[in-house]
């Protein structure tokens, strides 16, 4: 069993409480940029969202990724969301 409760994570959009393997991590750095961190070595504030069509549609359009990160969403990122919804 390789699960650990403690690190679960939050999902921005749905609530819900899901280990970070089910979900993409975006984090705003302290220049500035955003970028998808799924490996988590980039520190800066992060929001979560799950690997999943509905969380990242919804999250996107209604700009709750923007607004955890008090930041515009860049288009590539954007456009790498909607990549991981195609796999
Ligand atoms: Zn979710």
Redesign the pocket.
């Known amino acids: 069993m390789k699960q650990n409760r403690k690190f679960l994570r939050q ?1 921005v ?2 609530r ?1 409480y899901k280990s970070k393997e089910d979900l993409i991590r975006i984090t705003k750095t302290k220049e500035g940029f955003v970028e998808i961190n799924n490996a988590g070595d980039v520190q800066g504030r992060s929001v979560y ?2 690997k ?1 069509a509905e ?1 990242i549609k919804n999250a996107l359009k209604k700009k709750k990724i923007e607004g955890s990160l008090k930041s515009n969403l860049p288009e590539s990122i954007k456009e790498e969301l909607s990549t991981v919804l195609k796999n």
Do not use: L, P, S
Request: glycine share 0%; aromatic share 12%; hydrophobic share 25%.
């Open positions: 999902c959009f749905c819900e969202i799950c999943n969380c």
